[in-house]
């Protein structure tokens, strides 16, 4: 045998186990992130989310991959994106940002397991059978921010109690809208309470206009992942048109925001991947126990708070979680 065949042989049986072994590897586990908003406002909660994920053993980009899937608050891209990570054939998929991913998703697929982040009362809307036995494909933690809009009114009272007039912003594109409005509690706020409906940046120009018009004393944000997402120029318009608001997210009022109330997302998101984590390992989303809010966030901004010539109640203050000066 000639020499240059001879070396030409070993050279090439010596790839072969190697050639072999790397296909009996298993392939890394791919997550579809699907989310309503878009990433940049979202980093706080993806940064928990990834968290949890190294707490549970893993790794993006070490031993799980992640595929993600960004709507930019258009949730009608929402489904399109659902399909695609069903065709990816993910293990499991994240549905980020209340109601509209986790519709998507649902009606995406009933094998992929569905893990979300915090939808509004899961049962009534009809994800899960229940909140012990979910059932199907899908779990994760919810929020019940309809619940909360009755306590988030208490905590304006509390800091206007002579606010005769509350707007309270909401958007129309979001499927739990109605349940926004039903979650008012208009007996007990004590004040007229008008609902504006904006969706887009020009519409919410034209809300605070409007609320400007009608001499708005206070206003209450709606909990829903775009008005995150636009948090600046929402922020912007409540200190031009000097309005206090009440957010649900504390991200608006460290963009300079007044005042929120609310769960605390970042905890939602890193407790989701302790359950992706799970699924992972080969359990089932039906035996996994729907997660309740355990923690809620009260941030206060004071120096908004002199801007818009407010004094806020020492009550408020100790409950608070978080001053910004």
């Excluded at 980093?43 to 960004?70: C, D, K, T």
């Excluded at 994240?94 to 939808?119: C, D, E």
């Excluded at 909360?148 to 499927?175: D, F, G």
Aim: hydrophobic share 45%; charged share 20%.
């Amino acid at each position: 045998m000639r020499r240059r065949e001879f070396i030409r042989l070993v050279g090439g049986a010596a790839g072969w186990p190697l050639a072999a072994f790397a296909q009996q590897q298993p392939a890394m586990p791919v997550i579809g992130f699907l989310g309503s908003a878009s990433p940049g406002p979202f980093a706080p909660y993806l940064a928990a989310f990834l968290a949890g994920l190294r707490e549970a053993g893993y790794f993006e980009g070490s031993n799980v991959i992640i595929e993600y899937r960004w709507a930019e608050g258009q949730y009608d891209r929402l489904p399109a994106m659902a399909a695609d990570l069903v065709r990816r054939k993910v293990a499991v998929i994240v549905a980020s940002g209340a109601n509209p991913p986790v519709l998507a998703a649902k009606a995406a697929t009933s094998t992929i397991p569905i893990v979300f982040t915090g939808p509004d009362d899961p049962v009534k809307n009809g994800f899960v059978a229940s909140l012990n036995r979910p059932g199907g494909n899908v779990t994760g933690a919810a929020l019940f921010t309809s619940e909360l809009e009755s306590k988030q009114i208490e905590v304006l009272r509390t800091l206007l109690p002579t606010a005769a007039k509350i707007a309270v912003l909401l958007n129309p594109s979001n499927p739990n809208v109605s349940s926004q409005i039903s979650g008012l509690d208009v007996r007990t706020s004590g004040a007229e309470l008008v609902i504006h409906r904006a969706g887009a940046p020009a519409e919410i120009d034209a809300a605070f206009a409007v609320m400007a018009e009608q001499h708005t004393d206070a206003l209450l944000v709606g909990a829903d992942p775009y008005f995150n997402a636009v948090r600046e120029q929402i922020t912007f318009l409540a200190a031009r048109y000097k309005l206090p608001a009440l957010y649900t997210f504390p991200e608006l009022v460290v963009a300079g925001g007044l005042i929120s109330y609310g769960n605390s997302i970042a905890d939602n998101y890193r407790r989701c991947a302790g359950y992706v984590a799970r699924i992972l390992k080969g359990e089932k989303p039906a035996d996994l126990p729907i997660l309740l809010p355990t923690k809620f966030d009260l941030t206060i901004n004071l120096k908004t708070a002199k801007s818009l010539g407010l004094q806020i109640p020492d009550k408020l203050l100790a409950l608070a979680d978080e001053v910004i000066d």
